[in-house]
């Protein structure tokens, strides 16, 4: 519960409209895309100014409550569970793109811009951004700065972090921080821009982000490779990356997950097969042509059935579009599914695909395999029903040995998705109490009332 004068307060600062309080309003902000319990916050606001985000800040932080920041709510580790206490605050009003300097290739954006649009302004002008996370149809940019997104061209471009040049933000008490620049290079003061990406609304809010932009590449070629053994595919994945070759995406999709997208999306895509790489290398044409050929000569080496290049856009994004449709199409399939993201080093995916087909049989559950293979960063996709306790409880044993695997391979518990509450209670095993001690040891220095989405990442 919120006291009615500070709801009241609230509602001053942003309008009667951008208030939200009714019980069907907070049931809509109590949960994201992951598999946690959900929580209704006491109230939402949906500010659209600088200044309002200030006010609000000031205005909880007065009065200690907790603030939950929310994109489009599409992250998978419970980012957005917002405090029972708190109050949930919508980007959805900050939406502007501020700038797209073409000379000096950067773009100036609110944090509510969603993923997509943003790329496809940028393309309007012989311009690229990158990210590309499978959500980017609704995801924001504050989100992706937030979380780290990634997404299907890790493998060339890197992730979120590679293209943050600067931000603007508030700190837990209301104060404008401005951090980095729309230079290429900024050594002034500490790198708060690093601090900051990742953050998962913890540290504080954001208002603005400077996103580096690249020149469109001028030639591109998706190619899918069909699989007897997913073994094998695996095996391509490892031998296409020590071969050099460096493609701008390099996807795999087990059999589980061929015939759920197929079925959803009537792509052509072929139901026999074990698995398939989706592959796209991108740049100068001769480079691509050139590429395209070694990969393909090396897909059928190392056991591909066939190989088959998109002849134009259209088939192009055609495959692209059934990949995106990967989550959704597993969806389907059962009342619950958990979308893990424990990610190993490149060479060791053949290993880690091996482990996943072991993990399944031993707790007799379903998993579905797709993801961004090429960066090491598997999707283990487990389908099951929260409601029956006893095969959740398997669940729960898999997924703690999906951690413990990619750990004893160098691996790390979350390529992309945060840490949000889902893997809080696991980072100590990853990343050791003292570095734990230290995070929170940061965020009581810069947030003494912990009002910034308490409980993510440190668990508390
Ligand atoms: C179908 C599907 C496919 C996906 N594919 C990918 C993928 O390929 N790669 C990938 O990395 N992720 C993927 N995700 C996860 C998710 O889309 C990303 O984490 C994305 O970055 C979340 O964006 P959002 O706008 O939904 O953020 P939200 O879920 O709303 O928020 C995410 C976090 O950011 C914080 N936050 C949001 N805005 C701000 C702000 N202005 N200031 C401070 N903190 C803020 C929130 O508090 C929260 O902690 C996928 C999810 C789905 C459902």
């Known amino acids: 519960m919120i006291q009615k004068s500070i709801l009241e307060a609230l509602q001053k600062i942003v309008g009667p ?85 073409e000379a000096d290739m950067y773009a100036v954006v609110e944090p509510g811009v969603v993923t997509a649009t943003l790329a496809a302004e940028v393309e309007k002008r012989g311009l690229f951004y990158p990210p590309d996370p499978g959500s980017m149809a609704v995801s924001t940019i504050g989100g992706n700065v937030a979380e780290n997104a990634g997404g299907l061209r890790g493998l060339k471009y890197g992730v979120t972090k590679d293209y943050v040049m600067g931000l603007r933000f508030f700190d837990s008490q209301g104060n404008y921080i401005k951090t980095g620049s729309r230079t290429v290079k900024c050594a002034t003061g500490y790198n708060i821009t690093g601090l900051m990406v990742g953050s998962e609304g913890t540290l504080g809010i954001l208002d603005q982000v400077i996103l580096k932009l690249i020149p469109a590449p001028k030639a591109r070629q998706a190619m899918v490779a069909v699989y007897d053994t997913i073994e094998q595919a695996s095996e391509t994945v490892a031998g296409i990356i020590s071969a050099r070759i460096v493609p701008a995406t390099l996807e795999i999709l087990d059999n589980f997950t061929i015939r759920a997208v197929e079925d959803f999306s009537k792509a052509g895509l072929p139901k026999d097969a074990a698995a398939l790489l989706l592959i796209e290398v991108d740049g100068h044409p001769a480079v691509v042509t050139e590429e395209a050929e070694q990969v393909k000569a090396l897909c059928l080496k190392m056991g591909a059935r066939t190989i088959d290049q998109a002849k134009d856009d259209a088939q192009r994004d055609k495959i692209w579009a059934a990949r995106r449709a990967a989550l959704s199409a597993l969806a389907q399939l059962k009342p619950t599914l958990v979308l893990e993201d424990a990610t190993v080093p490149r060479s060791r995916i053949p290993d880690m695909v091996r482990a996943l087909q072991d993990i399944a049989k031993k707790y007799r559950i379903d ?94």
């Open 17 to 101: 409209p951008h208030l939200l309080t009714q019980k069907e309003d907070m049931l809509t902000y109590s949960y994201d895309a992951a598999v946690l319990d959900p929580v209704m916050p006491a109230a939402a606001v949906i500010p659209e100014t600088k200044d309002q985000v200030g006010d609000i800040i000031a205005l909880c932080a007065e009065n200690q409550i907790p603030i939950t920041v929310r994109g489009s709510g599409t992250n998978l580790s419970g980012g957005t569970i917002p405090y029972s206490s708190g109050i949930v605050l919508l980007t959805g009003r900050m939406n502007k793109i501020i700038e797209i300097n």
């Open 367 to 460: 998993i579905g395999t797709f993801g961004h293979a090429g960066d090491g960063n598997l999707h283990p996709t487990i389908l099951t029903d929260r409601r029956n306790k006893e095969e959740f409880y398997r669940v729960e044993q898999a997924i703690e040995e999906i951690f413990d695997v990619a750990l004893s391979m160098g691996g790390t518990l979350s390529g992309e998705h945060g840490t949000g509450i889902a893997k809080a209670p696991f980072l100590e095993k990853e990343a050791g109490y003292s570095s734990i001690l230290f995070s929170r040891q940061l965020r009581a220095a810069l947030d003494p009332s912990n009002i910034l989405n308490p409980g993510k990442i440190t668990g508390v």
